[in-house]
């Protein structure tokens, strides 16, 4: 499905029209532009594909847990929380399928580890209870 016709079906609904194909081709360019402008500042629609994201991250922090007790958990993708003809959106702005996201998964990772140390791998954590040390032991020569 094109952009195009994308953000006339969302805008369609939005406004009550039933036919998004004869929307599209009884309106202005200058107005489908201000639309696509719109929905660049405030995007509405893909509520499914945010409440998949918001599981994902659920199971990602519920896996870590799980971790911390020495249950291994893989956690579910955004993939696995959407309907099975699902397909990913158009990007309105290049007209190319969005990239699967993976930056504020791994975020959320991090942001998960620093609340519960003891899920980051024991490397990490010997260098940073050294570091801790190490700066501790500055203060007391200094101080």
């Known amino acids: 499905m094109s952009w195009r016709l994308r953000l006339a079906c ?5 406004v009550g029209v039933d036919n998004p194909v004869a929307w599209l081709e ?4 200058q107005t489908l532009a201000i639309w696509r402008a719109f929905y660049r500042v405030e995007p509405w629609g893909s509520e499914m594909e945010r409440s998949a994201e918001q599981s994902s991250l659920t199971s990602l922090v519920l896996s870590m847990v799980a971790a911390g007790n020495g249950v291994e ?17 158009y990007s309105p702005l290049t007209n190319r399928r969005k990239p699967k996201r993976i930056g504020h998964v791994e975020g959320s990772r991090m942001l998960c580890e620093s609340v519960f140390p003891s899920l980051r791998k024991p490397a990490d954590w010997d260098e940073e209870l050294q570091s801790k040390i190490a700066l501790e032991n500055a203060r007391k020569a200094t101080g």
């Open 10 to 14: 969302r805008v369609c609904l939005a």
């Open 26 to 29: 009884n309106i202005e360019p």
């Open 73 to 89: 958990i893989k956690p579910q993708q955004v993939d696995d929380f959407m309907p099975g003809d699902w397909v990913p959106p």
